[in-house]
């Protein structure tokens, strides 16, 4: 009988335990995988999170992928930012020989004090908040006057490294404030949300800009992604995201040509309305014709220039991706590319081969880059670089080719 009893309380004991275990211990269970909140909305109803957000699960992809210029391509304006200098003498530049530029750091805030020349008499002072560029080449700035979008007169040019007057702006006066739209942003963001439609549309949710072109630029908003596997750690295969090797050539294509087409003609759709695996033809179109290549600039065109290549038009596979790895910076690594032309231009592929001897490709480092992707200038883009100077950027083509003078 004493021992039926023991039983029980030990039955109940349990009974007990599970019960505690189930409602009292599970909130901190939940707590784990509670929902991510998301950084801003897209308006097509997924969230963005944010690169972080995935360096739980994707880590290695995250740490190349902030090396990336894409990740660097904007950021809230800070000293770690901003690549120009701040320090006497480099943080001065002269726009002609009645008004100059000085940079300056007041309250940890960075500043672009404009005054007139000889006595330094103080015209106007405006923060910098925003950076556009990672740098590579250069960058413009942009500043917030209530929810709206400015760029800054000064832009940084990275080979002077100098300050220089930005591009298209007037070098005889100080121009008026040239606001910042929808377009602009679209290509060097993930996301931006205008508040206002037919007017002012450089007005925009503060709180809702992504910075950089981040992971979910070319992976579509991941809110649902990250919360699948946040809640279902043990499930290996992927939920709520694109797969890239699930589209087409022609929407893998698109991915990149959303930015890297030059400036294409828009149709009734808004900006960052496209995401990966829409149809990009259906947003935009080009604003050049298969016949005028001369149209082309190397700068912000390179899938105009790729799609006229041979190597391109006689391949059934060639995308971007089959040079870029684009979660990492692959800036300047030559013979890494030069692998990939030789994958197809080798004797057992049987592609054509280089027609100039061995000897001589070997005065160009055995470079194939150097000799049929060379850097050319910019029509477009030119920078002042001392008074009534234009320097054109140098790009390198996308129109791999034979080209006589390298
Ligand atoms: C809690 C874990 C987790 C987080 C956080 C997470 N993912 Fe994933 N993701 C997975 C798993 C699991 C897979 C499937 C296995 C694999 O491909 O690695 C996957 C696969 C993917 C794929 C490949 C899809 C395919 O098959 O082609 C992409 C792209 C991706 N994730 C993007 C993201 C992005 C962008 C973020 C951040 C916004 C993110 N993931 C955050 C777990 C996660
Ligand atoms: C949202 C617009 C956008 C999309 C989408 C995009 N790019 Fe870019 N890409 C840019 C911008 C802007 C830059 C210049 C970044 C900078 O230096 O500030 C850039 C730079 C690059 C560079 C030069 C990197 C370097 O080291 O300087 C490569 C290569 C590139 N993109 C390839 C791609 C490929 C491949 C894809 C598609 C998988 C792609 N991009 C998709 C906007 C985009
Ligand atoms: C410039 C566009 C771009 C950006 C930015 C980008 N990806 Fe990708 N990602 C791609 C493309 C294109 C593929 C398909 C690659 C291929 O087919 O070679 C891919 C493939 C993947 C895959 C599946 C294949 C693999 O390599 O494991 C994962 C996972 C992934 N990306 C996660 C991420 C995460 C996480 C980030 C940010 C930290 C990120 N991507 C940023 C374009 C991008
Ligand atoms: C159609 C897409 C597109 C638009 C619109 C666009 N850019 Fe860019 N921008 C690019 C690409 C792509 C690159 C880099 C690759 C190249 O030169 O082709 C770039 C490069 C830059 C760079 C040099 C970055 C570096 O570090 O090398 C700056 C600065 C810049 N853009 C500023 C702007 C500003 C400011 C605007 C708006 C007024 C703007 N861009 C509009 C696509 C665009
Ligand atoms: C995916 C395969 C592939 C890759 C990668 C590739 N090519 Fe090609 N390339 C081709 C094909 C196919 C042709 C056309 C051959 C023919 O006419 O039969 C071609 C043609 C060419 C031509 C002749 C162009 C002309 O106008 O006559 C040159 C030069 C060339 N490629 C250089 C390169 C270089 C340099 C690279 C690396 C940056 C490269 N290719 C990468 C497939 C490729
Ligand atoms: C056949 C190989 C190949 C293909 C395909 C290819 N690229 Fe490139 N790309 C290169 C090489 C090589 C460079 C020069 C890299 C360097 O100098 O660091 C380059 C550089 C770039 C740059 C930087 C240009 C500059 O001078 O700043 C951008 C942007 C870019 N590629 C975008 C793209 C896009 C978008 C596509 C697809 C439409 C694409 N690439 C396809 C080989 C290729
Ligand atoms: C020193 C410059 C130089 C270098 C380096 C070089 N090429 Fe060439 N290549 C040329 C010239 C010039 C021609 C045209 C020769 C002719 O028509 O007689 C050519 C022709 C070609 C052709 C077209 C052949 C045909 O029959 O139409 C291909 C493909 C090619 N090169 C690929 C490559 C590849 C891949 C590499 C790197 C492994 C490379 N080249 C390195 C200068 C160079």
């Known amino acids: 009988m004493k021992k ?50 995935c360096a739980a699960c994707h880590l290695d992809i995250y740490k190349t992928h902030i090396e990336t210029a894409h990740f660097k391509s904007s950021a809230s304006a800070n000293i770690k930012t ?20 000085r940079m300056n750091i007041k309250k940890g805030a960075l500043y672009q004090d404009i005054f007139l ?42 080979p002077n490294n100098s ?46 800009m992504v910075y950089g072109i981040d992971c979910e630029r070319c992976h579509g908003p991941a809110l649902n992604h990250v919360n699948f596997h946040r809640k279902n750690p043990k499930d290996t295969v992927a939920m709520h995201i694109v797969k890239h090797s699930s589209l087409t050539r022609q929407q893998n294509l698109d991915a990149c040509a959303l930015c890297h087409s030059g400036l294409r003609m828009r149709g009734n759709k808004s900006p960052f309305s496209f995401v990966v695996g829409d149809t990009l033809n259906q947003f ?17 065109n390179q899938y105009g220039l790729l799609s006229a290549s041979e190597c391109f038009k006689k391949s059934d596979v060639m995308d971007c991706t ?22 197809c231009h080798n004797k057992k592929e049987a592609h054509v081969v280089c027609r100039v001897p061995e000897e001589v490709q070997k005065t160009s480092n055995n470079n194939c880059i150097h000799c049929h992707m060379p850097l050319v200038s910019s029509k477009v883009m030119k920078i002042e670089t001392a008074i009534d100077t234009l320097k054109p950027v140098q790009v390198r083509t996308h129109l791999i080719g034979v080209y006589t003078s390298q």
């Not at 901003?82 to 530029?101: C, R, T, Y």
């Not at 008499?121 to 942009?142: A, C, E, H, N, W």
């Not at 121009?175 to 549309?201: N, Q, V």
């Open 82 to 101: 901003v690549k120009g200098s701040f320090k006497a003498p480099e943080n001065v530049f002269d726009l002609n020989d009645s008004i100059g530029f």
């Open 284 to 300: 935009s179109t080009p604003d050049y014709t298969e016949e005028d290549l001369d149209k082309l600039d190397v700068h912000g």
């Open 4 to 53: 039926q009893v023991q039983v029980w309380i030990f039955i109940l004991l349990l009974v007990m335990c599970f019960l505690v275990f189930k409602f009292l211990l599970k909130p901190s269970f939940t707590d784990t995988y509670s929902p991510i909140e998301p950084i801003a909305m897209h308006s097509k109803g997924n969230g963005f999170v944010g690169s972080k957000a």
């Open 117 to 158: 020349k000889p006595n330094n008499t103080p015209v106007s002072s405006s923060r910098f908040d925003v950076v556009i560029g990672s740098g590579t080449k250069g960058q413009s700035y942009l500043k917030w006057r209530d929810s709206s979008l400015y760029q800054l007169q000064v832009s940084y040019f990275t």
């Open 322 to 343: 089959t040079c870029h790895n684009p979660h990492e910076n692959q800036r300047d690594n030559h013979m890494s590319f030069n692998k990939k032309c030789q994958s």
């Open 163 to 208: 300050w220089v007057n930005s591009p298209g702006y007037p070098s005889d006066k100080l121009a008026s404030d040239r606001p910042i739209f929808e377009r602009c942003l679209e290509c060097h963001l993930t996301y931006a949300k205008s508040t206002k439609r037919f007017y002012k549309r450089n007005s925009y949710k503060k709180t809702q």
